[in-house]
């Protein structure tokens, strides 16, 4: 088969490799459309080394076809549109065994700590797949583990019908977040970002969402002018690696500064940088801090939501380039930043 292979850090060949292996317990499945992640942006340069080793073919948000049905799996056939959840759990640790599985303690994912989804083929266990909708367009399958995040935090953080959000991180993550929560609440939702492009995306894709950058006000101030001065119920952290603005306290301090009394801040940002937080104005609040990772069984929730029409995956996908074009799409993303969402790599003939 073909596949984007990293041979070394920032350096992608697009090649002849071997047909994966199919096991009777695994599902061999067709890729149709891979998506590019933050983390792979990150993976490309040597950021995750040596959690990643090269050469290896990254790729953990796709969706394909089934090819071919190990002897011993039931349940698939060929020819059915599926999701592939890139996540692997040990099954052992303390956090496994109380089936709470996006917390364990040896978790891998495909296309991070082993092959993944940049290439024709991958052969995974049945129960990594999700069973899509026929007439769902392909380019939608590859986006459900990403949408998968964005359901998880706002089941951590138990979003509920007219709950007020404040969004900081209008990126990948921040606007899937976005999506998820616009299904659970008709309250009025904050972006917070200093790209304007992504802001827009927002504003222009969903109505009672407000835009606020921070480099020209202060999100904190906004959030309390628009809401009476009572803050918002939930404040997720979608940044990661915050860009330090003048005037303006970190995303972590600003989401708490953001919340009413007794409301929730929801951190999923994996920056690694230390970020400063004033605990008695947690305190005073009786605020929540809560911490989301990657997803935990979304993905047929959020199948459910795609075939339904309630999504809006056209505002995620800024561009579609044919997997060959691997060096490329990386390159660009690397250069025009500003300019992308979501680059989706083609893998169909």
Known sequence: MKAAVLESYNNFSWKEVPDPVLKPDEVLVRIQFASICGTDM????????????????????MGGVVAEVGREVIGFDR??????DPIIWCGKCPACLRKHYPAC????????????????????????????????????????EIYGIGFHANNRAKTQQDDTIAIWGAGRVGQVILQAARIRTRGTIFMVDPIESWLQIAAENYEDVITVNPKKENPVDA?????GGKGVDIAFEAVGHAEEITGVHTPVRSCIQSIRGGGKVCVLGLGDEPSPVVFKELIWKEGQLITSRVSDGEFTEVIEHLN????????????????????????????????????LLDFRD
């Open 42 to 61: 990150h993976i490309f340069p040597g950021d995750f080394h040596p959690r990643t080793p090269v050469p290896f073919i990254p790729g953990h948000e």
């Open 223 to 227: 959030i309390k002018r628009h809401t």
């Open 308 to 343: 339904a029409g309630r999504l809006k995956p056209h505002a995620l996908i800024s561009k579609v380039m044919h997997g060959s074009e691997i060096q490329k799409a990386f390159e660009t993303i690397q250069q025009e930043k500003e300019k992308y969402l979501k680059v």
């Open 79 to 84: 020819g059915d549109k599926v999701a592939v």
């Open 105 to 144: 303690t040896g978790l891998k994912l495909l296309g991070v700590d082993m092959d993944g989804g940049f290439a024709e083929y991958v052969a995974v266990k049945p129960h990594m797949l999700f069973k899509a909708a026929p007439d769902l367009p392909d380019e939608h399958v590859a986006l459900a």
